[in-house]
């Protein structure tokens, strides 16, 4: 077996660089990662104490093969210290950024913190705004509120509808409802009166009935609720409802929240608020 | 005035592709980028319809440089089609991973789907457990509650503590509970009564007054809550306590929601849970 350390390194929070450093991990199978994430590393200083702690780390494990670095700094002086340690480096910055320049001829500003920073207050203001939207339309519908969401998501109980709002509104600024199916929905055959109107904006969650089974039995053990019998009668006929009305529908059951939630972006033609 | 459209390409959500892409662009001043992102091309088919797409696009703007395209494709078929199309090209897969490979002597799974796949249910259920925590304890607090999370928030109305709490929760899997300081709590110089026995988890969150004034305006127009006079004097009292009581806190008038829940795990050495 191969291990290794692996140290994501950036001057801002990291989130993108972990993120493309883990899809890039995750495409091996047999080597052991050990993995620390180190955000706001932007002085010479912070990198000088960083790599202290590195080396100490990498002299633990002697019979370990070279750390890897996966890092995003913009500061010449901090990146030069870090790429400068003995380790496989992965810059995800220098590699790019002189081909741009030559590319869109004219100098990067090079200036740390231009990333995720707030772009504005106005974008701002449109995140928290989805935020607030879907926070107070979370399980508790009104006709005023489905009348302004960009998106509704319909499924039963646990299906993972909260979650995937939620991203919508983080991430995409989106005004994201949801309605819960109750039982009583489900035993009719027709659409429930609070959506009828909003058809075009419907969107399904389904999920496989033994994992909402499980994930119902942590909530509600024992119950009737969490049953399979009636996880399994509660799919069926959430699904028999989308196809009825024709509304479209995902499975979260295999699928991340990020995936959801984009997919929805596609499937229902959502423009991003910013 | 330099003008270029960009696309970010990817066989998964595009998320990750797009905010690196974001922060590599953000270096360039001078030039205007007409930005699109299509996630999910994972075959051959949907590669040529949007080749064909971003061709049409491309003739509405001849006198334009060529487009700039960022991608990241982990099929081989998919990611030969798009890198022939003529365009200036930052392949976020191919650049590393045969380094990668070399470096690991092992050759990389080729695999679509690894990236944002449900790494486990039990990663999930992590995260769902997270946000349902801070769903349940946002602005509604028990002792119970406290006593369970895994980092408290504090800060006067507005200040941004519920997003950040959300993102907590979906970034990182934290259980984070959020506490609002009422002028009740700001009007007495000791600590509220319900925190403190647990002090060692609080954060707190403060905002420059005159943008906490705007968005309070928003929200109730004219009112005392909103007035410039009382959010100066609301801020001011909650920094005095979080000097008082030592309360580690930030001022979010200028970080993203990203950048916050990053500062607060770095600073309260918060382990994430998945």
């Not at 077996?1 to 990291?14: A, E, H, Q």
């Not at 660089?17 to 995750?26: A, D, I, M, R």
């Not at 002697?62 to 990146?79: A, E, G, M, N």
């Not at 089974?213 to 989308?242: G, V, W």
Request: glycine share 4%; charged share 30%; net charge negative.
């Amino acid at each position: 077996m191969n291990n290794r350390r692996v140290y994501f390194i950036s001057d801002r929070t990291g989130i993108t660089s972990e993120s493309l450093g883990e899809s890039l991990l995750n495409q091996f199978e047999n080597v052991h990662f050990k993995k620390r994430t180190y955000p706001f590393i932007d002085t010479v200083e912070k990198a000088e104490t960083l790599l202290a702690h590195i080396q100490e780390e990498v002299e633990e494990d002697k019979d370990w093969d070279r750390p890897l670095i996966f890092s995003s700094i913009v500061d010449r002086d901090v990146r030069k210290m870090i790429n400068d340690y003995p380790a496989f480096h992965v810059d995800f910055y220098n590699t790019f950024i002189t081909s741009l320049e030559e590319e869109l001829q004219t100098e990067a500003r090079r200036l740390t913190g231009v990333t995720h920073g707030l772009r504005s207050e106005e974008s701002y203001d449109k995140r928290m705004e989805a935020v607030n939207f879907t926070l107070n339309h979370d399980d508790g519908i009104t006709d005023q509120g489905l009348q302004n969401a960009d998106v509704i998501l319909v499924g039963v109980s646990r299906s993972g509808k909260t979650p995937t709002c939620l991203y919508l509104a983080l991430q995409y600024g989106l005004r994201a409802a949801n309605y819960p199916l109750t039982p009583e929905d489900l035993s009719s055959d027709i659409l429930p009166r609070m959506l009828q109107n909003h058809q075009h904006k419907l969107f399904g969650l389904t999920i496989d009935s033994e994992r909402l089974h499980r994930i119902r039995e942590e909530r509600r053990p024992d119950s009737h609720y969490a049953s399979l019998a009636n996880c399994q009668k509660e799919t069926a006929r959430a699904e028999e409802m989308f196809h009825r009305y024709q509304i479209p529908f995902l499975s979260s059951t295999h699928k991340s929240v990020e995936e959801l939630a984009t997919s929805i972006l596609v499937a229902c033609k959502l423009k991003r608020r910013f």
